[in-house]
């Protein structure tokens, strides 16, 4: 049974870390939002991770809808996200060089998009997730990387 003096106690801790990254960065929930639409639009083009998400997403709305709530919940410690990015991400056919344009593009966006504490927290937060993501991938393939350690999949002819 949830007592409800912790939950207010956890949901006031959760706010003030919120108040104090969105005072040392400004980021507010407007910034993640803006850099998540620059971001995906880049990714919709690129030759490398466009066709991964053309096939698996249609409508594009709900998923960047998701991602601000993500993005909130990474960057801002807010908790909107209630997902499972790793279950989301173990079928995909993914691998090291494909986790380095998405870092990449992650980047070159963050950086443009946002003022400089912003775009190195975003950034900082990214590649974490990015190698989680690929560790957890590659294990999935029965692959298991070391630290630092990457993975390339075989390339189709």
């Known amino acids: 049974m949830n007592d409800p003096e912790i939950d207010v106690s956890h949901q006031a801790r959760r706010a003030a870390a919120a108040a104090r990254v969105a005072e040392a960065t400004g980021i507010d929930e407007a ?5 998540v639409r ?11 991770l466009g066709p991964i998400f053309e096939q698996r997403i ?7 809808q998701r991602m601000f709530a993500f993005w909130s919940s990474v ?3 807010t908790g909107r996200y209630h997902g499972t990015p790793m279950t989301k991400h173990l079928p995909l056919p993914v691998d090291g060089e494909h986790f380095d344009r998405w870092l990449a593009l992650f980047e070159e ?3 443009t998009a946002c003022p400089p504490e912003a775009a190195d927290h975003f950034v ?24 630092g350690e990457r993975t390339r999949r075989p390339r189709r002819a």
Not at 31 to 35: G, Q, V
Not at 58 to 64: G, K, R, Y
Not at 124 to 147: C, D, K, N, P
């Open 31 to 35: 910034m993640i939002e803006r850099l």
């Open 38 to 48: 620059r971001f995906y639009e880049r990714v919709r083009g690129d030759a490398l």
């Open 58 to 64: 249609s409508d594009w709305e709900p998923h960047l």
């Open 75 to 77: 960057a801002l410690m």
């Open 109 to 111: 966006t963050a950086r």
């Open 124 to 147: 900082g937060r990214a590649r974490r997730i990015a190698e989680s993501l690929e560790m957890g991938v590659a294990g999935s393939t029965g692959a298991f990387l070391a630290r």
